[in-house]
């Protein structure tokens, strides 16, 4: 049963139904297997750990596309389910990067607004684990601002020409595809108006993809540019100048799931063996509000992928789980850190290569899926505040 009140942040309590237990098992036992050869240090990194092998033998158990219809490459099982296998992916430190976007949200997107001919062309190799994704939304001058992008594409005989650029856009390096958010009118009514998405092929002529290096030399991020990409009418998604409305059912799917409140948990495991049995006062107390915060955002995002299975619009609870779980994920390598001196870490290898590898990629946890000036702003616009 279903608590609701007329808040309109309310987070309805959704106890975990007792049919996905076999199915957390069988996911713990598989990863179990996969992952025993891989260390902290690798399974710290998991949401940008890119291994296609791994990715394909998720597809070959069902675990990618488990909500789609089965006629395109789905499992018809539904999200509380795929919410379960998430979550185990996530803490364990499987690497995920290859298929993330494609099974979070590019696929129920063309699911939701894509042609017949999109989806039974694709979708079924993304549920195989075989087609990849990236999202081309944010722009320089703009970030988190998606109102404020200037990528045009220009009607043309049996077409759009696409110029301008897009950056921080993850995997753009190995996608096959991109979602497109850009104008096809350079003036609406509001802000919101003449904006659209398109379905781009990343070999297209005049596409061209940059790394942006991290701090460890690896190219996560990319900008993407150009410069007059031809795109077919069918690769439109959606109605031309709806792609505000689409995009913004989109990022609940983006802001709300497990990898918003467990980035950092592989290395909030090695912390607590680190810290051993008899912690000091301070350890023991940064353990216990870390492990209350964890269980609070999982109850909240347990709520949000019920009220998505329920064909509500979540859009602000996610904006919620989305924020505060990006100040604990940021949180747990900074007192990591100061709760361990480093000849402390250098007997504890483990904790050591979690803590090295969280640290250099713990600024992106506030910048991924919206900064935190653009999520609290839509918090206070939802809680009529502004």
């Not at 009118?185 to 790394?211: C, I, N, W, Y």
């Not at 969280?358 to 910048?367: E, G, K």
Request: aromatic share 8%; hydrophobic share 40%.
């Amino acid at each position: 049963m279903i608590v609701t009140t007329s808040n309109p942040l309310t987070f309805p309590i959704a106890p975990e139904p007792a049919e996905t237990k076999s199915l957390r098992k069988d996911v713990r036992a598989f990863l179990a297997a996969e992952l025993k050869e891989r260390g902290a240090g690798e399974r710290a990194r998991s949401w940008t750990g890119v291994d296609f092998d791994f990715t394909r033998k998720l597809g070959e158990r069902g675990w990618i596309g488990m909500t789609w219809p089965r006629q395109y490459g789905g499992h018809e099982r539904n999200a509380l389910e795929r919410f379960v296998v998430v979550e185990e992916l996530l803490a364990a430190g499987a690497p995920v990067a290859a298929h993330w976007a494609a099974d979070r949200q590019s696929g129920p997107l063309l699911l939701r607004f894509g042609t017949d001919r999109q989806k039974a062309e694709i979708l079924p190799r993304i549920a195989a684990g075989e087609c990849f994704f990236c999202i081309g939304m944010s722009e320089p001058d703009a970030g988190s601002d998606l109102a404020a992008v200037r990528t045009m594409a220009a009607k043309t005989d049996g077409g759009y020409v696409v110029n301008g650029s897009k950056i921080w856009t993850s995997g753009a390096d190995r996608a096959h595809y991109m979602i497109l958010f850009c104008r096809t009118e350079a003036k609406g009514a509001t802000r919101h108006d003449g904006v659209s998405q398109f379905l781009v092929d990343m070999t297209s002529r005049g596409l061209a993809v940059r790394p942006i290096p991290d701090l460890q030399g690896r190219g996560t991020f990319n900008e993407v540019f150009f410069e007059d990409v031809f795109v077919p009418d069918e690769m439109l998604i959606g109605q031309e100048g709806q792609g505000w409305r689409q995009v913004t059912s989109e990022l609940s799917l983006e802001r709300s799931g497990p990898d918003r409140f467990l980035s950092a948990f592989v290395l909030l495991l090695e912390l607590i063996r680190a810290l051993g049995a008899s912690p000091s006062p301070e350890g023991a107390a940064a353990i216990g509000r870390f492990v209350a915060h964890v269980h609070t955002l999982r109850q909240m995002s347990f709520s949000v992928a019920n009220m998505i299975e329920a064909g509500a619009d979540p859009t602000l609870q996610a904006a919620v789980v989305k924020d505060l779980g990006a100040v604990l994920e940021q949180e747990i390598p900074e007192i990591s850190r100061l709760l361990l001196s480093s000849e402390d870490c250098d007997a504890m290898e483990d904790f050591r290569n979690a803590l090295a590898q969280t640290i250099l990629i713990s600024p992106v946890y506030s910048l991924r899926g919206g900064t935190r000036e653009i999520l609290r702003g839509i918090i206070a616009k939802g809680l009529g505040l502004r």
